[in-house]
C-alpha cells in the first residue's frame, strides 16, 4: 500500500463523465470492466500510461472511447494482476480533471489486438478440453 499520488494518472474508458466527475468502483456503479483473475470490484483502476489508457479505452464494448485524467484519491495500491511493476494501480475513487480523445486508428489497431487475443484464449481452451 502506498500513499503516493506524484503524476499523472489516466484511466481509459467510455464517454459520459464530466470533468469534476469520479471514476468509481465497480461495486459502486455496476458498469463491468475489463476483468482479470485478481480483479477488485471495490476498487477503481488508474494508469500513469497514456498508451495503456488507450488501450483500457477502445474496449469493443465502449462506444464512444475516451481517456480520463485523473487524480486519485485516498491510498493507491499496485495492480496485483499487473505484470509490469508500476503499469496500474487501484485507488478508492479517481477524480476526472480532463477528458483527452483516442485516435481513431489506435482504437482500431488496440481492438483488433484485443479480438486476436480473444481467438488465442478460446482456442487454448479449446484444446485442454
Not at 493507491?76 to 483516442?102: H, M, W, Y
Request: glycine share 10%; net charge positive; with cysteine.
Amino acid at each position: 500500500m502506498t500513499s503516493e499520488t506524484k503524476g499523472t494518472y489516466f484511466h481509459g474508458g467510455d464517454r459520459g463523465l464530466q470533468v469534476g466527475d469520479f471514476i468509481l468502483p465497480q461495486s459502486e456503479t455496476g458498469v463491468a470492466g475489463m476483468s482479470h483473475p485478481l480483479h477488485r470490484k471495490d476498487r477503481a483502476y488508474i494508469t500513469p500510461s497514456i498508451v495503456d489508457a488507450h488501450f483500457y479505452a477502445s474496449d469493443p464494448d465502449h462506444a464512444k472511447p475516451v481517456v480520463y485524467v485523473v487524480k486519485p484519491e485516498g491510498e493507491i495500491e499496485q495492480d496485483p494482476d499487473c505484470n509490469r511493476l508500476g503499469g496500474s494501480f487501484t485507488c478508492q475513487k479517481a477524480k476526472i480533471i480532463g477528458i483527452k480523445k483516442v485516435p481513431g486508428k489506435v482504437i482500431k489497431k488496440n481492438r483488433k489486438a484485443m479480438i486476436k487475443n480473444m481467438h488465442r484464449l478460446e482456442a487454448k481452451k479449446a484444446a485442454r478440453q
